[in-house]
């Protein structure tokens, strides 16, 4: 080869390769974005890859095969606000006063919030340079001090709670007074109007609109996440995006009417996946996937009262507002397609970890108080064991279950929203490997289980401190 040959060989094949090879480290040592989709009250078997065997989730089942599924990944409560507080803060809701026995969550007529001294997760990432974007559902407090953009974001578009609130109640009777809906009751549930609700629509601190058209929601959720995606590609960003549904009233878009054989509740999860597809293909358009950590999860389990318009759990038991299995462990997804080794994982996990988490891939330093939150990066990135080896079930601010690796012990059982409440003087007790849907009570065979989960309880009890209830100010 001559020397000619071999420059022009240097430059059309070596220097490439180089090049590749340096973009490559690049995108491994650069801060990754991060994307966490939130849906609302979807049951654990509410997706095809799930088992679902009615309703379509293409966009979800490749996100799945292409990243990490976990079987076994929990909620910080089995409601929306405190749910919310432990994603947001990586801390259990009784330390930071968002959880209550009397008023699980925030209404319209609650005077608090997530407070100031929480440092939240957007707060963290911000400080580390992080630009920061909000869409959807908050449920963290809707006075000014407790939104959003005063609390880490630096943009917010969307309800400041659940769409079921700020009921037109006159309205709502006169619908439910119509001979022509079902049984003349319920009919606002089965054959919603924008009308009937009127929940506020805000940008930032700014009430948009009351009553919006929930027909456009999912719609126009997505379309303002992906306008955050391409104004902010050249830094990193953490993108929250908070779906309001398919907590009810359901609402779909015109394109996804009566396209599920799952009626109403299918088309409304059929939509969320279409979401899911449209984030992930801006991703990749933009040259961003492969530096972004995408997470899917729900706040709760399905809310089994509504039947046909909630979702399903599954294998597992109970739904939302239960601590049972279905109220609390949920559908979720890790997808970073340069970084994290594919498979599925039946270890534990929670919302609770992804502070920690975010912290440990980003640089960012973490919070300077007491978390309840456990590096999952091992595990994502290397397919190590998960450090989360223990799961406390709260509800309000009482404790009704441990989980110790396989073994749960319940102490109390409640079925979300019936008046069904036992006491267990023996804790039921559920090896969870073998028995999912907690069917099974193993408890005579395995008192030095109950023994050492009683144990964690009594060294979790003493770690607390009392704070101020949020919830229950008004």
Not at 94 to 104: A, E, I, L, N, Q
Request: aromatic share 10%.
């Amino acid at each position: 080869m001559t020397k000619t040959n071999n420059h022009l060989f240097f430059q059309t094949l070596i220097v490439p390769m180089l090049l590749m090879t340096a973009l490559a480290g690049n995108a491994r040592t650069a801060k990754p974005n991060i994307v966490i989709i939130f849906a609302d009250d979807m049951g654990y078997g509410d997706m095809s890859c799930n088992g679902h065997p009615t309703i379509r989730t293409p966009n979800l089942d490749r996100m799945a095969a292409e990243g990490q599924k976990w079987t076994s990944f929990y909620v910080a409560a089995s409601v929306c606000t405190p749910s919310r507080a432990g994603l947001m803060t990586g801390r259990l809701p009784v330390r930071t006063g968002m959880c209550s026995g009397k008023r699980r969550v925030l209404f319209p007529d609650s005077k608090g919030g997530i407070q100031s001294s929480e440092t939240t997760l957007p707060e963290m990432l911000k400080a580390n340079g992080y630009a920061t974007g909000m869409v959807g559902k908050w449920h963290l407090g809707h006075l000014p001090q407790y939104l959003p953009v005063n609390n880490g974001f630096d943009s917010w578009y969307g309800i400041p709670y659940s769409n079921d609130m700020d009921a037109n109640s006159t309205k709502i009777k006169e619908v439910n007074k119509n001979k022509h809906n079902p049984g003349n009751k319920g009919g606002h549930w089965y054959h919603p109007k924008r009308e009937y609700w009127d929940v506020p629509l805000m940008e930032g601190e700014k009430i948009l609109e009351r009553s919006p058209d929930q027909e456009q929601l999912t719609k126009n959720y997505t379309g303002r996440a992906i306008e955050f995606i391409r104004a902010n590609k050249s830094k990193p960003f953490f993108l929250y995006l908070a779906h309001s549904m398919p907590h009810v009233p359901l609402f779909r878009s015109d394109k996804f009417k009566d396209i599920s054989t799952a009626g109403l509740y299918g088309d409304v999860i059929e939509e969320i996946d279409w979401s899911v597809g449209q984030i992930m293909q801006t991703l990749r358009d933009q040259g961003l996937a492969e530096n972004t950590l995408v997470i899917f999860t729900s706040d709760n389990g399905p809310w089994i009262r509504f039947k046909t318009l909630g979702g399903i759990a599954g294998p597992l038991r109970g739904g939302k507002g239960s601590t049972w299995e279905g109220g609390m462990r949920e559908p979720s997804i890790f997808w970073w397609p340069s970084s994290i080794k594919p498979g599925i994982i039946h270890e534990m996990g929670s919302t609770l970890d992804i502070i920690a988490t975010a912290a440990s891939l980003t640089g960012a330093k973490l919070p300077e108080t007491q978390l309840d939150s456990y590096d999952l990066s091992g595990t994502l990135l290397k397919g190590e064991p998960s450090p989360r080896k223990e799961m406390i079930y709260y509800r309000g601010t009482e404790i009704y279950a441990i989980r110790s690796g396989s073994f749960k012990a319940h102490y109390k059982t409640k079925l979300g929203y019936k008046n069904d409440l036992e006491e267990h003087k023996t804790p039921l007790l559920f090896n969870l490997d073998m028995d999912p849907g907690e069917n099974y009570n193993v408890a005579k065979d395995h008192p030095d289980v109950i023994a050492r989960i009683e144990k964690l309880r009594t060294q979790h009890e003493a770690g607390l401190t009392p704070v101020e209830n949020q919830l229950e100010k008004r």
